[in-house]
């Protein structure tokens, strides 16, 4: 039988043999996945699975079966098998696992057991997926044997979109997807998502953007669907490595937690949490019931650069890596938005879709909420650091209020305890004394830099404009009585030629100070190494002493990045979020984005994948979908791969709700228009007394209609909830529980909210959601439209509402049986010419655009005569 030859990719080679440097040259086993191509094969994917030990064999093994190849180093270049081997490559071959030796630099590959050719593509039956979420299917025969006949309602809306996605698995398709509220999208694509993972053993992503929708999907769509169809899977929910304590860093902190704070708070939550490592199942954030302060918990948390991989003592039992090894077993991994560019950056960066990174390799994705999608990207192909980032990154290495707290003091500890005296003598003289003076004038540069911002912003203030669009400086003040907000962009111009000289002076300033921490801690690096001390403890010092040096190189580039003005593809803004008594100079924020994210989408996402479907309730603007295509770069995509289904809402409207806009209102410009909207609000307050969702479009409106409001809500025994007084979870809950409640909320309030049957019967929307025009990112965007000679109201601003419309409108109607009305206070949306394209936008239902009085008396006909009327019915 001749020698079968194992491709490995140059990028795979890189990765085999740097991990088994840092494993000191030992064996270290991993796991891989083969790409076919005709008879050759090559490993595409690998994952580190155990080291070189007694316990290594019996892992692979275990581990092995949802895997192409095992392989495994031998240290000293003789690729010849043992026994052992042997053994283990039978074992191995039994489960259709092949079996392969490499040298420790992974350029020459010994194959015991050629890996086994998996089945060819399995394309999907159409009808087979329509089958199943069609009347008399899967899922519909599971309703009926749990709640009995008639209990699961068939939507043709969801039929239709899960042939879609079928398609666009099947034709390797990227599809935009638009489904309305109630037609059951996730189903529509998670049933065609796991009939492909599991008949192909590979995996699909499904990615979204609110917490809520991936519990939605972990804890109720994916366990239903797993007892109602007749397919094996396995499904997982994927959190960021933050999320999971560390083992080693647990145990290193041990009686530490006493030296590591300045407050004794922080270090009994501290201990407590050492405690609750050692009797936890799984290490999460989510387990505990209260959460800890960052700079506590970030004390135990698994960290990257701070990982010992496989070389760390409790890797088998490593929470994180638990968690790791059940994802790649997963057919179907939900993430979200966040973790999901944040791993696409690493990929892009080193040009690898397959490797085991943040996320297992992947080559199909589902995005639900994709309407975010742009935002999302923007932020994670950019940049954002802080002042307060940067000052507490050093006074956790040395305590500005007691040195002998902080990360450099308890390394000394110990040092002494192990007996390296010297590295310890170095530290404590050379190392502990430079922090808090590099501090000082880190602190001083930022203060000169706050100053200086300020006195520009109040130049900008003065200057600017009323009305139209503020220009580049202006200032973008949103927020509430306790905090304001300011923006101040960083352009090329050259009245903005002082500001770009008082960063780039400052931020060169700090970073030559930070450089002298690098060169400290690079020192202290390699006197640690050079220092006798048990293997094990050093190699936890030494990661815990390089991340510092990591973590400032990265902090270094970002401002490097930061003051490359030239680049003109980014746009750069400085922030501040501050009391009003406060400088500008308490706390602010550098902050960059791409002013288009498009060609990077096209890049990094569209072409390497082979399908991606992309769903929400808002990705058209009157049934067309061409501002959200060209936002995200789908326009770019091959036209033949790209598809768009739009399925409309189930729901009645007509019969269901009503629209409601006064339309003797003055217009959100004028100066009465807030007067009017709280007078309006209190005598719909009065009307209903409750089942109410007030949404806003600033804070600071917000708060001047709570407390104006609140007065006549404690008359009425109304509780008025405001976003604010608690989390997101615990709001909504409340609000829930009882009829006689109003809830305020703005921004993300605007979506995410599920309220079904009599506990909201009213949405007012207070204005249409207009983007603060002086945000930069929005200014840049608007900027770059009018130099290509596109207009940037009807082609930016106005779709950019509008799809924010009708995620508050979609808060009203969430069943079949719901029934309510949209109150729109503002008359803009009949009488202008945009309005149409918001009506449009919205399900087909009765406008009622008439005086306050005739809105006010139309609401009570609907709503208060209906429940009279339901009453009498249900008493008779």
Not at 142 to 165: K, L, T, W
Not at 381 to 395: A, D, I, K, M, N
Not at 499 to 526: C, F, S, T, W
Not at 619 to 636: E, I, K, P, Y
Request: proline share 5%; net charge negative.
């Amino acid at each position: 039988m001749p020698e079968f030859e194992l491709k490995i990719s140059a990028p795979t080679r890189e990765f085999l043999a740097q991990t088994i440097a840092r494993s000191g040259g030992n064996e270290v086993y991993f796991l891989g996945r083969v790409r076919w191509d005709g008879d050759s094969a090559e490993v595409e994917e690998v994952d580190v699975f155990a080291r070189g030990n007694e316990g290594s064999t019996p892992a692979i093994i275990q581990g092995a079966e949802n895997w192409d190849v095992a392989i495994h180093n031998h240290p000293g270049g003789d690729l010849t098998p043992s026994s052992a081997d042997i053994d283990v490559a039978s074992e191995l071959g039994n489960r259709e696992v092949g079996f392969a030796i490499i040298d420790s630099e992974a350029t020459r590959c010994y194959v015991v057991v050629p890996p086994f050719r998996g089945p060819k593509a399995v394309d999907l039956q159409e009808e087979e997926v329509v089958e199943i979420v069609s009347e008399g299917g899967a899922i519909s025969r599971h309703f009926e044997a749990q709640a009995g006949p008639g209990s699961y309602e068939i939507r043709r809306g969801q039929i239709d979109m899960a042939r879609q996605v079928t398609r666009a698995i099947n034709e390797n398709g990227i599809a935009a997807l638009e489904a309305g509220t109630g037609v059951g999208k996730s189903f529509a694509y998670l049933v065609p998502a796991i009939l492909w993972a599991a008949r192909n053993k590979k995996r699909v992503i499904v990615s979204t953007n609110t917490i809520n929708l991936q519990e939605q999907l972990v804890a109720r769509d994916l366990p239903l669907l797993a007892e109602a169809l007749d397919e094996e899977f396995s499904f997982a929910l994927i959190k960021g490595r933050n999320n999971y304590a560390c083992r080693r860093k647990t145990e290193e902190v041990g009686d530490d937690a006493s030296d590591l704070f300045d407050k004794n708070e922080d270090a009994r939550v501290l201990a407590d949490l050492v405690s609750w490592v050692k009797n936890s199942d799984d290490g999460s954030l989510a387990d505990l019931a209260m959460r800890p302060p960052g700079e506590v918990w970030e004390k135990l948390m698994s960290e990257s650069d701070r990982s010992l991989n496989v070389n760390c003592p409790h890797y088998s039992s490593c929470f994180y890596y638990q968690a790791k090894r059940q994802a790649f077993k997963a057919q179907i991994l939900v993430v979200n938005h966040h973790l999901f560019f944040a791993d696409l950056a690493v990929r892009r960066e080193l040009g690898n879709y397959q490797w085991d990174l943040i996320l297992p390799g992947y080559d199909r994705v589902v995005f639900d909420e994709a309407h975010h999608l742009e935002d999302v990207a923007s932020r994670h192909l950019g940049l954002r650091f802080t002042r307060q980032g940067v000052e507490r990154r050093l006074s956790r290495l040395v305590s500005r209020r007691d040195r002998s707290r902080g990360m450099l003091p308890a390394l000394v500890r110990k040092l002494r305890k192990v007996g390296a005296t010297g590295p310890a003598s170095q530290i404590e003289e050379k190392f502990v004394p430079l922090v808090p003076r590099v501090l000082e004038v880190v602190e001083q540069q930022f203060a000169e830099l706050g100053v200086r911002m300020d006195e520009l912003a109040v130049e900008e203030s003065r200057s600017a404009s009323p009305g139209g669009v503020p220009g580049a400086g202006s200032l973008h003040a949103e927020g509430s009585p306790k905090w304001e907000s300011r923006q101040i962009r960083v352009t090329t111009a050259d009245e903005q030629k002082s500001l770009r000289i008082a960063i780039g002076g400052a931020l060169k300033g700090v970073g030559e100070e930070l450089r002298q921490v690098v060169a400290a801690n690079d020192r202290a690096l390699r006197a640690v190494k050079a220092t006798a001390m048990p293997d094990e403890r050093k190699a936890g010092l030494l990661v815990d002493i390089a991340a510092v040096s990591g973590r400032l190189d990265r902090l270094l580039e970002s401002m490097r990045l930061f003051t490359d003005f030239g680049d003109e593809s980014q746009v750069r803004w400085l922030e501040s979020r501050h009391a009003p008594d406060r400088p500008f100079d308490a706390r602010f924020t550098f902050a960059s984005s791409p002013i288009c994210v498009a060609a990077d989408l096209q890049q990094a996402v569209y072409e390497p994948m082979k399908s991606v479907v992309l769903t929400s309730a808002t990705l058209s603007v009157a049934n067309n979908v061409d501002f959200f295509r060209t936002r995200v770069g789908l326009d770019r995509v091959d036209a033949e791969r790209f598809q768009f289904g739009e399925f409309p809402s189930s729901f009645d409207y007509q019969t269901q709700a009503r629209l409601l806009v006064p339309s003797d209102f003055p217009e959100p410009s004028q100066a009465q228009f807030q007067e009017r909207l709280i007078s309006c609000l209190k005598k719909v307050l009065r009307l209903l007394r409750g089942r109410t969702f007030i949404l806003f479009t600033s804070y600071a409106l917000l708060e001047r209609a709570r407390t104006a409001l609140e007065p006549l809500a404690a008359e009425l025994g109304v509780r008025l909830l405001s976003q604010g007084d608690g989390n997101r979870t615990e709001l909504l809950d409340s609000f829930r529980s009882g009829s006689h409640h109003v809830l305020l909320g703005t921004d993300s309030f605007w979506e995410g909210v599920d309220v079904k049957g009599r506990g909201l019967e009213c949405v007012v929307i207070t204005r249409l959601p207009f983007r603060v025009p002086s945000e930069p990112l929005q200014v840049a965007r608007v900027e770059q439209l009018e130099k290509e000679g596109v207009s940037p109201f009807w082609n930016f601003s106005v779709p950019q509402a509008v799809l924010k419309f009708k995620q508050g409108f979609g808060r009203l109607i969430r069943s079949h049986t719901d029934r309510g009305v949209v109150l729109v206070l503002d008359r803009r949306l009949v009488s202008k010419s945009y309005g149409r394209l918001f009506l449009e936008s919205i399900p087909p239902g009765r406008l009622v655009a008439a005086p306050e009085q005739k809105v006010l008396e139309e609401i009570s006909r609907f709503l208060i005569s209906e429940r009279a009327r339901s009453s009498t019915s249900k008493s008779s």
